[in-house]
């Protein structure tokens, strides 16, 4: 056992390996005896048997093509197409004479030379067929041919198959009369490989044992070390002795251990800073929460609010189409009221000129007055000439000149009533056309508030139809806050899982005991 021990694990392995080569070298000496023989066999099975029962296959296949190819020439039309089954036909019968001299040149035996004889005789009657059946389907009829490819072509073929069939039992037999010969080799060549065998077990199994014996103290060293390793612990003292592969990877175990501690510690820091980090965030997602709730709170009253406001505008604009209703009537009326007022003001107007028109015409009439003052002025003149014989005429006269006097009188009345009745028609036509001005500036007035109020009402619609699209959004902001909030809840939940899990990570980790 000293001596092992003074061996490195590789020496030991190869002193013990080398007792097994050397028994394994004797048992492969007689394996290959033994092989040779059956090799013998083989290759006769192989090189003999195998061969003369491919032949056969062959033979038969080109039978086949021999057969599919006289079969096609009945059923062709085309030149080139006749003509490349012709080739193929002369290609299957080369080939079938190579495969048939193969076999004659592989018989050995009475009854494979007796049974080749066979089927030379019935090789010949299927070519003659195949070449009786060419020559007929060239020159003769495609009956006469299809009746030769019955007659003539179909038995021989099926004669010269059963001859090739014999063939192959009869080299199916050779190969089984080898097979058993092979068999009793194997079993001799077996029994002494056992024998063998069980020397090489004894050889091995002792210098297994006692290689392990030499090499089990590191073993149960590296053991002790994977289960504290196991077990949490990376403070135990790996002991590492001599310079051989074990002591080499107790060294390496302690290393590892040294290093697996450095990570875990790192693991520790960074699960710690998770934990925090995951607490953090679920705090985050807890007041995001409760945002995201009054939020949603606030959207429903705008929502609530929103869908007032669209009622209240649904009824302005109700009173507006109203509103723009009596307008539309004002301005109606405002116009027969303008027209009224025109009308007036064409009709003082015509007062006006008649007034004038009187003015001019009793002017007229006080120059006659005057005129007749003079001539009845002129006329008492000539009647005081005349002395007694122009009294009378004195008298008329004396009446015409008053007549005149009154008439002119009576003119410069009425000239002052027509001319005071004049600048009152002139005042009243300037406060008339004023008025039809005023009334005119009033339709106008009406017309464009009759306008404002319609473009109010449709303004006031618009906004009820924005209001009421801007209510469907406000509900459909409501509802996607509500999913927020779903959301949130999740991603809460999430967080507080990720707690958990570092959690869990601090205390796996917790585990392992380190010199830190």
């Given at each position: 056992m000293s001596f092992l021990n003074q061996l490195r694990i590789g020496q030991r392995l190869g002193l013990s390996y080398g007792l097994l080569i050397v028994l394994l070298v004797l048992i492969g000496a007689y394996g290959a005896q033994s092989a040779s023989g059956l090799a013998k066999d083989l290759d006769q099975t192989a090189n003999v048997s195998l061969v003369k029962i491919s032949a056969v296959q062959g033979v038969e296949a080109q039978i086949s093509v021999l057969a599919r190819a006289s079969r096609d020439l009945l059923l062709l039309d085309s030149a080139n197409q006749i003509k490349k089954q012709k080739a193929a036909m002369d290609a299957a019968l080369d080939d079938l004479n190579k495969q048939f001299g193969a076999l004659e040149s592989s018989s050995a035996s009475d009854d494979e030379k007796a049974l080749l004889d066979q089927m030379r005789e019935r090789k010949e009657k299927l070519l003659a067929a195949i070449n009786k059946f060419r020559g007929i389907q060239k020159d003769g009829s495609p009956d006469e041919a299809r009746e030769s490819l019955i007659a003539d072509i179909r038995p021989a073929q099926n004669a010269f198959q059963e001859s090739l069939k014999a063939m192959v039992d009869l080299q199916f037999k050779a190969a089984h009369d080898l097979a058993e010969q092979g068999s009793a080799v194997a079993n001799r060549a077996m029994m002494m490989t056992i024998g063998l065998v069980l020397i090489a077990v004894l050889v091995g199994a002792g210098g297994g044992w006692a290689i392990s014996r030499s090499i089990m103290r590191p073993v149960r060293e590296a053991q002790r070390t994977a289960e504290a390793i196991r077990a949490g612990d990376l403070t135990h003292d790996v002991r590492s002795e001599g310079s051989d592969e074990m002591a080499q990877m107790l060294r390496s175990m302690r290393e590892m251990q040294e290093a697996l501690s450095g990570v875990l510690a790192s693991v520790n820091?960074?699960?710690?800073?998770?934990?925090?980090?995951?607490?953090?965030?679920?705090?985050?997602?807890?007041?995001?929460?409760?945002?995201?709730?009054?939020?949603?709170?606030?959207?429903?009253?705008?929502?609530?609010?929103?869908?007032?406001?669209?009622?209240?505008?649904?009824?302005?604009?109700?009173?507006?189409?109203?509103?723009?209703?009596?307008?539309?009537?004002?301005?109606?009326?405002?116009?027969?009221?303008?027209?009224?007022?025109?009308?007036?003001?064409?009709?003082?107007?015509?007062?006006?000129?008649?007034?004038?028109?009187?003015?001019?015409?009793?002017?007229?009439?006080?120059?006659?007055?005057?005129?007749?003052?003079?001539?009845?002025?002129?006329?008492?003149?000539?009647?005081?000439?005349?002395?007694?014989?122009?009294?009378?005429?004195?008298?008329?006269?004396?009446?015409?000149?008053?007549?005149?006097?009154?008439?002119?009188?009576?003119?410069?009345?009425?000239?002052?009533?027509?001319?005071?009745?004049?600048?009152?028609?002139?005042?009243?036509?300037?406060?008339?056309?004023?008025?039809?001005?005023?009334?005119?500036?009033?339709?106008?007035?009406?017309?464009?508030?009759?306008?404002?109020?319609?473009?109010?009402?449709?303004?006031?619609?618009?906004?009820?139809?924005?209001?009421?699209?801007?209510?469907?959004?406000?509900?459909?902001?409501?509802?996607?806050?509500?999913?927020?909030?779903?959301?949130?809840?999740?991603?809460?939940?999430?967080?507080?899982?990720?707690?958990?899990?570092?959690?869990?990570?601090?205390?796996?980790?917790?585990?392992?005991?380190?010199?830190?």
């Amino acid at each position: 056992m000293s001596f092992l021990n003074q061996l490195r694990i590789g020496q030991r392995l190869g002193l013990s390996y080398g007792l097994l080569i050397v028994l394994l070298v004797l048992i492969g000496a007689y394996g290959a005896q033994s092989a040779s023989g059956l090799a013998k066999d083989l290759d006769q099975t192989a090189n003999v048997s195998l061969v003369k029962i491919s032949a056969v296959q062959g033979v038969e296949a080109q039978i086949s093509v021999l057969a599919r190819a006289s079969r096609d020439l009945l059923l062709l039309d085309s030149a080139n197409q006749i003509k490349k089954q012709k080739a193929a036909m002369d290609a299957a019968l080369d080939d079938l004479n190579k495969q048939f001299g193969a076999l004659e040149s592989s018989s050995a035996s009475d009854d494979e030379k007796a049974l080749l004889d066979q089927m030379r005789e019935r090789k010949e009657k299927l070519l003659a067929a195949i070449n009786k059946f060419r020559g007929i389907q060239k020159d003769g009829s495609p009956d006469e041919a299809r009746e030769s490819l019955i007659a003539d072509i179909r038995p021989a073929q099926n004669a010269f198959q059963e001859s090739l069939k014999a063939m192959v039992d009869l080299q199916f037999k050779a190969a089984h009369d080898l097979a058993e010969q092979g068999s009793a080799v194997a079993n001799r060549a077996m029994m002494m490989t056992i024998g063998l065998v069980l020397i090489a077990v004894l050889v091995g199994a002792g210098g297994g044992w006692a290689i392990s014996r030499s090499i089990m103290r590191p073993v149960r060293e590296a053991q002790r070390t994977a289960e504290a390793i196991r077990a949490g612990d990376l403070t135990h003292d790996v002991r590492s002795e001599g310079s051989d592969e074990m002591a080499q990877m107790l060294r390496s175990m302690r290393e590892m251990q040294e290093a697996l501690s450095g990570v875990l510690a790192s693991v520790n820091s960074a699960a710690h800073e998770v934990s925090t980090n995951a607490q953090a965030i679920a705090g985050s997602n807890h007041e995001l929460s409760e945002r995201t709730s009054r939020s949603a709170g606030n959207l429903q009253t705008t929502a609530a609010s929103v869908e007032q406001i669209a009622a209240n505008l649904s009824g302005a604009s109700d009173l507006t189409r109203k509103a723009a209703s009596i307008a539309s009537q004002a301005r109606s009326s405002a116009s027969t009221g303008g027209t009224v007022v025109e009308q007036v003001v064409r009709t003082m107007q015509e007062i006006s000129a008649s007034s004038r028109k009187i003015g001019d015409i009793i002017g007229v009439i006080d120059g006659i007055a005057f005129q007749t003052n003079i001539l009845a002025l002129n006329a008492a003149v000539e009647a005081a000439r005349a002395g007694e014989h122009g009294k009378g005429f004195a008298v008329v006269a004396s009446e015409v000149r008053a007549l005149a006097s009154r008439a002119a009188e009576a003119a410069k009345e009425i000239k002052v009533l027509i001319s005071e009745s004049t600048v009152k028609v002139e005042n009243g036509t300037t406060l008339v056309n004023n008025a039809g001005a005023t009334i005119r500036e009033v339709v106008e007035e009406v017309n464009h508030m009759g306008q404002l109020i319609e473009d109010i009402s449709l303004s006031a619609q618009e906004q009820a139809g924005g209001v009421q699209v801007v209510n469907q959004a406000m509900n459909e902001l409501d509802r996607s806050t509500q999913q927020n909030a779903g959301l949130v809840n999740e991603l809460s939940r999430n967080a507080e899982a990720l707690t958990d899990s570092s959690a869990r990570l601090v205390q796996a980790v917790a585990y392992f005991k380190t010199h830190n």
